[in-house]
């Protein structure tokens, strides 16, 4: 069975950091595609950062020179580096994975809350 496991999520102040991290019980983790989304309660889930089975990355515009996205192939393991973070960055975060013909998983989420 397919697992994705957030973790890193709690509460920070305005201009901290977090990194969350997301580890995959996935076969051949190294094809997939990983992506962080966000997630407002009655709002639609948006994307945040990807990483493909490359290394190459893409950002939101509201993470791009704060956010960093990496992977540990050798962990099935996915991050996410969280700068300067600002009350509107508040969310739960999901974790994705999703490759061609090996399907599309998600994890629960982790709630990130940034607030004085």
């Known amino acids: 069975q397919v697992q994705l496991v957030e973790s890193g999520g709690g509460l920070v102040q305005p201009g901290g950091s977090l990194r969350l991290s997301c580890a995959a019980s996935?076969?051949?983790?190294?094809?997939?595609?990983m992506e962080w989304y966000r997630q407002a309660s009655g709002k639609q889930r948006e994307l945040v950062a990807a990483?493909?089975?490359?290394?190459?990355?893409d950002y939101a515009d509201s993470a791009k020179g704060r956010f960093t996205i990496s992977r540990d192939n050798a962990k099935n393991t996915v991050y996410l580096q969280m700068n300067s973070l600002k009350p509107e960055d508040t969310d739960v975060y999901y974790c994705?994975?999703?490759?061609?013909?090996?399907?599309?998983?998600w994890g629960q989420g982790t709630q990130v809350t940034v607030s004085s």
């Open positions: 994705n994975a999703h490759a061609r013909g090996l399907g599309n998983y």
């Open positions: 990483i493909s089975s490359l290394g190459s990355t």
């Open positions: 996935l076969r051949i983790f190294r094809a997939y595609v």
